[in-house]
């Protein structure tokens, strides 16, 4: 019996290992996925579903193609150089280049860390209804997240923080998933989604169709995961001949971007768009879906919703701090006062919407439309680098690669001006 027993645990022990050096090999992807698909990117694609039904589903099908190329890119560059973005920027284009991605992505970040945490609150606080009368205060669970993910960053590595992570995107996947099975629109709505069109303004909504294409291409196409992309694959001890797992890596990281944005858009335009309510407040996604879909599927996305936000603000605090030692070619050693300092002052700032009542969608669709707009420098700077022969040798841009990045550097232009005419379409229209 015990020569039986000592056979099952080895063979315990080497599935554990297998599957354990398997999920590795798509960590850094993960923490991509977890990064991109926060409440900000959900809120964009509920709203987009909500308020034009699947007519803007050929922008994710755009964004996601961009990101694909842009990650690949960047993660190459590390691979041949061995250098990280900020790092680059600084060494072989201008220090002011990186301090300018230093502030900017900051910003958007503060920007979003108030949006998602007021979003999370807000959908606990109505979701808590069904539970307790009148509901618990949404400043109750903004402060315990916040605290949630500072105690976890207090006392985990990057590997806990991507190992949490995978934990919280595989619940949030499946749960959008499931929602969009239940809730999904006709088949032909989906289809027709693909073909490129503008809609018509919707008077019910707050926000024209060219500000919720920016905050949906502002929140896939982030910036902030090309320069971070760096930073995992250098940690990730990838070389050149790693070139085909960093593809592979970052091809799933995209994928399930897609499907689950998908997902997203798709329940909202089922059920929202069908009934003809437009989406303003975060509270809405609870109170409106459960008549038209169910208490079960709105659980089942409030959880996902949740699960969105935590896995958002994990990547959200630290980018900071990691963007300074990126510039600066140092240790991430996250142990250090004055990052631990940083991230708190940052984690704090997710009581602001909460406690003075702000609106959460609105800040977050300003912030993703804000990230549109430093998208093009962040497409010139990989452009310039990657066709420096000194740098990539046989390694830099061939003809093709760069018509793409041409192409995605033009698109990144129009996105920026459809970002800023939505804004002011918003404010004086």
């Known amino acids: 019996m015990t020569d039986v027993s000592g056979e099952e645990n080895k063979t315990s022990n080497l599935l554990t290992r297998k599957f354990a050096k398997g999920l590795s090999l798509f960590l850094p992807g993960i923490f991509l996925l977890g990064f991109n698909i926060g409440t900000g990117s959900v809120t964009a694609m509920a709203k987009a579903g909500a308020d034009y039904g699947m007519t803007l589903l050929w922008t994710i099908v755009a964004s996601c193609l961009c990101t694909f190329f842009m990650i690949n890119l960047y993660g190459r560059f590390t691979l041949v150089t061995g250098e990280t973005a900020l790092g680059a920027f600084r060494k072989h284009i201008h220090p002011g280049i990186g301090i300018f991605f230093i502030v900017a992505l900051t910003a958007g970040v503060c920007g979003s860390v108030m949006g998602v945490m007021g979003i999370v609150a807000d959908i606990s606080h109505e979701w808590s209804k069904s539970i307790v009368e009148g509901g618990i205060s949404p400043v109750y669970f903004a402060a315990f997240f916040v605290s949630l993910v500072y105690f976890i960053f207090w006392n985990g590595r990057t590997q806990i923080f991507e190992r949490s992570l995978a934990v919280i995107v595989a619940v949030m996947a499946t749960c959008f998933l499931i929602n969009f099975f239940i809730m999904m629109p006709p088949p032909g709505e989906i289809v027709l989604g693909l073909i490129p069109s503008i809609p018509q303004l919707n008077s019910d909504t707050d926000s024209g169709p060219f500000l919720v294409i920016a905050s949906m291409i502002g929140t896939t196409v982030f910036s902030g995961l090309f320069i971070i ?13 790693d070139y085909a797992k960093q593809r592979n890596d970052a091809a799933f990281s995209v994928s399930l971007m897609f499907v689950i944005s998908a997902a997203i858009m798709a329940a909202a335009a089922g059920t929202l768009h069908a009934e003809g309510v437009a989406l303003s407040e975060a509270s809405q ?15 089942i996305f409030a959880i996902g919703l949740i699960a969105a936000g935590v896995s958002s603000q994990f990547p959200n605090v630290l980018m900071l701090p990691w963007l300074l030692c990126d510039y600066s070619s140092t240790e991430r050693n996250m142990t250090l006062p004055r990052y631990r300092i940083m991230v708190l002052l940052i984690s704090l700032l997710g009581l602001v919407v909460p406690v003075f009542g702000a609106r959460p969608v609105l800040v977050m669709i300003f912030s993703q439309a804000f990230n549109a707009i430093i998208l093009p420098i962040t497409v010139a700077c990989i452009f310039y680098l990657s066709n420096r022969k000194e740098l990539m040798g046989e390694h830099k841009n061939s003809l093709i690669a760069n018509g793409i990045l041409a192409a995605i550097l033009l698109f990144s232009i129009f996105t920026s001006f459809i970002g800023i005419r939505g804004v002011w379409q918003l404010v004086f229209a």
């Open 229 to 241: 992309r760096t930073t995992l694959v250098k940690e990730a001890g990838w070389s050149l001949s």
């Open 285 to 299: 996604m609870i109170e409106l879906l459960e008549p038209l879909a169910g208490y079960l599927a709105t659980s």
